[in-house]
């Protein structure tokens, strides 16, 4: 069965007899492939007239031959093809392939240069939410110049569309902490303090978060893909060719669709959160007017006002992320949904660094 | 064959341009003009760089190196201003159509035009009702482009990029994707749109059959080192071109043998 090999000085004959089908190949593949390297910059003779019968991958693995001793630099002969045979079996050589890079000891300059990439893109989405944020004060000024339908489409999809997950999860999360606070009050029999914890928590803290987190699955994944595959069927160069700016056109709208609704929807996260609080106060008897009455009085107007301003904050920077991931979207199948996920991950990230900067700005401010 | 028009202003003109990307040339040696109310047809065997001349022509990608000079404004040197320029005097027909998903075929006309400010919105609906009539699309007029053919979404493009009254009009690959009877009518349709407005087109296309219908005169790119090959009418230069490009006219491939000799 196998394949019958001579070698002598320099010289290396293959002969291949009988039947050479799928089978086959795959039985000799190695062994012979393995001959032609071996043989190096000598010559290689391939018998192929005692075979009965080719079939496309017994082409393959002469064409694989053929390249290997090639490559290497040495000399081939194919004896007993047919023309058409012989023509598809050169054909096959090819170009010699890149050598793959140098993969070793690349890991600090690896390191530096994600770093500078990192840094580079920062550098850059700020930019861009700046100038997203100068560009929606350019559209407040000048009402006319506004798409109002798809800000009006976007506030829809962000704002009441939005309003039942994000209240929901609120509520959840309400609950939770407020059972889990618990029994760590009454160590100090400071039970009746929950309604103080839940108003600063969720007020300034988790109703704004919980809302940005949905925002960015929701409208900032939905800005990259819309904006992304408008990138990829080339309506992004259209507006551009048309001299309408895809900024002005693509990111205002949307932009300041987010950074008014979701405000708003804060505050209806913020509340349903305080009331998902209030459900394990029930075993303790506390009603509700009581309840709301205590967090009521733990919170003033300047915590109510922090929870917004970090809600529309929040707003911006996703909205503005989202955007400029799609913006940002590259050729191929795989580009939207690429720019999709930045999309989310990124905003996730930058609101979630952004709390703690702006939790440490407002305490240095004394707010 | 079709005539020259009369008119000899020049409308493009492109001296020893390099178009690529990121500064790194991938066609150089482009020396062409192209007269107002022609049809000129940039032409050349796949990935000969059809694509990145007609980008650089429209504003979308800088050019490299040499003069590119559209209804008088230069690409190369005049920066923002001149580009802003350019696309105030251009429309574009992108392979696929691009339109504007969300609005409906009249919206799409009309968007240009509501930006401008020029019209009210009676005139703007009329005008685009017009330009829908010319590529036979006013009945289609409130359908979405996603209700709408291959075909149909490359007319209404082709109305849409004539909106704005643009010296030139740009059409990327028109008959990619359609069948050789649409293909053949929307050759028709470029060649009518043409005489009649006067117009010049600027065409991409590689297919034989819309060459030698629509192009006044063309353009053909190629060769190993990516460049100009030939300049003339298809009729010229099917008879005495350079031999590369008479064959590329003539549907012939390159030698077999000199392709397998290639390595
Ligand atoms: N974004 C890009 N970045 C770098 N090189 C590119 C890019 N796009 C195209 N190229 C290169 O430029 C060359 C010309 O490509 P281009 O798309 O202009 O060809 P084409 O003539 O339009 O071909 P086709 O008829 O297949 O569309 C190709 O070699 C291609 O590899
Ligand atoms: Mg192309």
Redesign the pocket.
Known sequence: MSPDVQSTAGSTVIALEGELDDVRVREVWEDVVGRARAAGTGSVVVDASKLNEVSGTGLLLLAEIRRTVVWAGGRIEMRGLTADQASLVERAVGHKPPVPREQESQFISDVGETAFRVLDELADTVRFIGEAAIDLAYAIRRPRSLRWRDLLRVMGQSGIDSMPVTCMLSGIVGFIIAYQMMPALDRYGAADQTPTIMGFAIIRELGPLITAIILAGRSGSAFAAEIGTMKVTEEVNALTTMGLNPERFLVTPRVLAVAITTPLLSVFASFAGVLGGWLPMIARDMSLELYLQNVRNSIDQVDFLQGVFKAFVFAVVIGGIGCRSGLKTQVGPGAVGASTTRAVVAGIVAIIVLDGVLVGLFHALGI | MLTTAASTETVIEAKDLSVG?GGRA??TGINFTVASGEVFVIG?G????????MKAMITLLPPVSGTLRITGHDLVTGGDEAVQQVRRSIGVMYQGGALFGGLTVLENVRLGMEEQGLFTWTEMNSLALSLLAMVDLDEHCNKMPSALSGGMQKRAAVARAMALSPQIVFLDEPSAGLDPISSAGFDQMVVRLARSTGRTFVVVT?ELPSIFTIADRMVV?GGAQKTQLAIGSPKELLESGPPDVRRFLARQPEDETSQGAAS
Not at chain 2, 46 to 53: A, F, H, I, P
């Open positions: 990307y991938v066609l050349g796949s990935g000969c760089g059809k694509s990145t001349l590689h790119l």
